[in-house]
Structures are given as C-alpha cells and as structure tokens.
C-alpha cells in the first residue's frame, strides 16, 4: 500500500517538474513586447497595429446599444469588418452584448444589468444614460478609474489630452478623475459638431406654393396646409424622443429655452420651469387637437417614424442628415422620382430672430467606454482602446479597411464602390455601418472627411449648412460637460428619476389633451417637492467648478 501511494507521488511531482520547464521554455521565448503591442504604440504609423499572435487573444464582453444603421444590416459588431481587424490588431476578441431596443428600453436593461451585478467588461454609450453619471457607477463600485492606465498605456489619447488642456477639461472630473475613454472630434479633421434637425417634403412644399418654415407660427401654416390639401400627418416624432421630454428633439428652443439644464448667462436654469415652456405646451396641445402632430407620436418606435416618412404618410420629422436623410430620400425617390426632403434651420419665435439651442455639442460627445470592474484585463481594454487613437486605428475606424471600403487618392480615403454603390443597394450609412464605426459615436476620433463623402446627396449638403448656420449661437446656452461628486450624483439621480418619469408623463397628457394647461402650474409644484431646485443647486455647482478646473 505505502509503495504504491510513494509511487504516485513521484509520478505527480514528475508531471510537476515538465510543466514547469514547459512554462519556463514559454517565458523565455516571448517577445518583450506587450500582448497588445498595436495598441500600445507611440501612435505613429510604423508603430502602430502590429500583430501579436504569441498569445491567445484576450476576451473581453462589451455592452453596447446597437446603432439603427448597424441594426439594419448586421446581428452584431462582431459581424462588423472593421471590428475584425480590430480584433487582429490589438490581439482582443470582443463579445458583445448588445440590448434589445434604444432609449428607454436600452436604460431598463442597463438598469437591471447594474442591479444584478452580473457586468460585461466594458460599456460603450452616452455618459447622460448614467443617471448619476460615471462618478455615481465609480462610487458604486461598478467601474474603475483609468487615469494611471491611460498615462501607462494610451499613449495616444495621453498625447491628445496633453496638447489640448480644453479637452482634457471636458473629460475629467474636478478631482481630475477619468472615468471614461471618449469619442473626440478634435484636430483639422475633427470639426463637424451638428448633424440633425428638422426635416420636411420640399417637393409638397413647392407643389403648395410654401416655404421653408423658420418661425413656429410659419410651421404652423405650413402643417396646416399639408394636413388640408396633401391628407397626411403634417409632423410625426416616436418615443425615444416624445415631445416635450428631456430627449425631446422638435420646437422647445424656439421658445428660448432649453429642453433640459441649460445656461443663461452663468446661471443654470431648467426650462420646464420657465414661463415660457407653458406656451410650448400651449402650442403643442393645439397642434395635436389640430391632427397637426401624429397621433401615435408617444408611442412610435423609430422604425414606425421611419415607415410612416417613407411610405409618404408624414411630411416631416427629426432627423439626421446621414442615417436619416441619406436613407429616406433614395427609398422616397423609388417610389415618387419627385420626392426631396429639406433640412429646416432651427425653428424661432420671432422672424429674424437667431436659433440659440440646435443640436450640437462639445469637443468630446458624452459618449465613450468605462471599464467595469469585473473586468480582469484592464491594460488589454485599454490598450485596444487606444490603438483607435493610432493613426492607423483612427483610419481603421473612420474608413474601414484600406483597399477594399476606400483607398487613398492623393492623400486622401475615398470610399470605394463597395460604399459608395453598394452592390446590394445599401444606404451609404448602412454600407459604411456594416463594413466599420464611423457614422455615429464610438471611442477615438471622428474624422470629418468621411462625411463628406457620407453626405453625397445635394440635399444632404444643403442640410449641413442649414443646421450649421447657428450652430456658433449654442456655445452660450450649452453647458459643458461637467462633472459631479458621488455625492451630488447619488443625489442628483435620485432626483432626476423622480422628474424625468413625472415630467414625460404630466408634458404627454397635457399635449394629448387629457389635462389642462391650468394643471401645469400645479406640475411646477410637484417638480419642487421632487427637488428640482436642489437639482439646479447641484448642476450650478458643478459648472462652477467646471470653470475653476
């Protein structure tokens, strides 16, 4: 019995013994490099995005909404060319976990997810989904700080954040905190900053003897007159962005004041507390009392809006000047060669007057990645994440694969046809969307240069100058991207839930109909009881020392 128990014992220490000279041969023999050596170089072209194929790859769960133009032609990012070769470049394999739905639904899930604690690695969205913002989710203990590691080990980003003080200001909290790895529009190629707005049927414009509407009392003719002679819905919008909502994205700016927390002079104010947010309300009650607004409105998805503009059952809507425009008017124009859609400028009260709030935004979108942390390869992530900074990862990113969705032509990406005339038919949104990340937020830089080939369309063109024209106006309303306490964020978040839910309920009744104009002063007061002031105090607070950074 004793000689058999000694005899497996020497056997086990045998096995031991080979497996350890194994891992040693293997130690010795690797490369001195990092796993990650793409990501981790200086950012030059000779450095950057070289293979490391010594190791397996690292897996890392990404959690991230899918884009609409993604959703209509890919299942996943994994699905995505340029994701590949991300992939192969940095030495990581992404699994995606992509939550069913935008909005709302995407917020629900988000929520669940965080409440169970069962964390991808890494999230990929707007910070403002956050409620509480990426200090609470630190505080919680959700996700990591990455200072040390961007300083270790993005010399890319480091680089950008060192040569633009601006920047770096916006993506930090006032303890000089980062909690998030952002997407930039920054450098000569990083200067487009509005991308949406209203859109309308130019051609039943044209055919009614109207103009482009720029005041509200001339949207109003202008619904009117479709509703009367043309039988459809006049203005159609969906829930993500229900009117009068914090997401809203129709007529509150023309009133003077901001859909959510906006700046007066250094002051911060909420514009659902402002005098004139009643005669919003006002407008649109009549408007839907009218048939002026679509019905269905608050309960639309995006697909139901898209539907109604492109089978011709809406005249007009928000939208954007590439996934939107670029897709609506090519599928209109195959049923009806006649049809166009126009951009509108941002809509004012009074002629002559200059648009203050249009839909643009700083230097860095609010939108980027944080590393969770259950995540066990935080270099890796961050590596990987930086190697989209490179410039090889930045081309990669902005215009896919070099040779087969654009080439350089005088120094310059130009798609190719695989983009440009898709061969299934694809929008150029939705052929760009399935072969690389460009057309809408992601981590690293946007790269101006894609839009102008993205916006081929003479309308799509006219469009950028049309929202663009004021855009200079918004820098004095909008607030930067701030930053807030744990503290304040806790608190803050527990505030907004409470307003946010009430305010989209109380703004929907009173512009259906079902409430009175008269009960929204009573709202005010149920904003108050909720701690909307305090809300104002938190976010006039961290403005202030915005300002003192």
Sequence with gaps: MKKRIFTRIALLLAIVLMFGGIATACSSGKSEQPANNAASSSGTKENAGKD???????QLKLWHPLNPNAQAVVQSLSDVAMVQEWEKKTNVKFDFEHPTGTGADAQQQFGVMVASNVLPDLIVWNMSNFQGGPAKLYQDGTIIKLNDLIDQHAPNL?????????????????????????????????????FSGQMIRKDWLDELGLQLPETIDEWELVLKTIKEKKGVIPYTSEKDTLLGSKSSMDFIGAYGIGKDFYLNGDKIQYGPLQPAFKDYLARMQKWYQEGLIDPDYASNDNKAKEAKITSGKAASTFGYIGGSMGAWLPSLQQADPKAMLSAVQYPVLNKGDEPKFTETGWDYSNTGAVITSANKNP???IKALDYLFSEEGAMLKNFGIDGTTYTLVDGQPKFTDLIMKNPDGLPIGQAMAKNFIAN????????DRYNDQYYSLDAQKEAVKAYAKFAKNSASVLIPPVSLTPEEASEFSKIMTDVDTYRS??????????????????AIEQFKKMGI?????????????FNKR
């Design 52 to 58: 490391d194929t010594s190791a397996e790859p690292v």
């Design 158 to 194: 480091k680089k950008i954040l060192e040569e633009n003080p601006l920047i770096a200001k916006q993506i930090k909290a006032d303890n000089g905190d980062i909690y998030v790895f952002p997407n930039l529009k920054v450098g000569d190629h990083g200067k487009y900053k509005t």
């Design 379 to 381: 270099e890796a992530t």
């Design 440 to 447: 809408y937020p992601f981590p690293g830089p946007d790269d």
């Design 505 to 522: 309920e109380i703004v929907t009744k009173l512009i259906m109909g079902t409430s009175s104009l008269d009960s929204f002063d009573k």
């Design 533 to 545: 002031e305090r809300a104002i105090e938190i976010q006039q607070a961290a403005f202030d020392r």
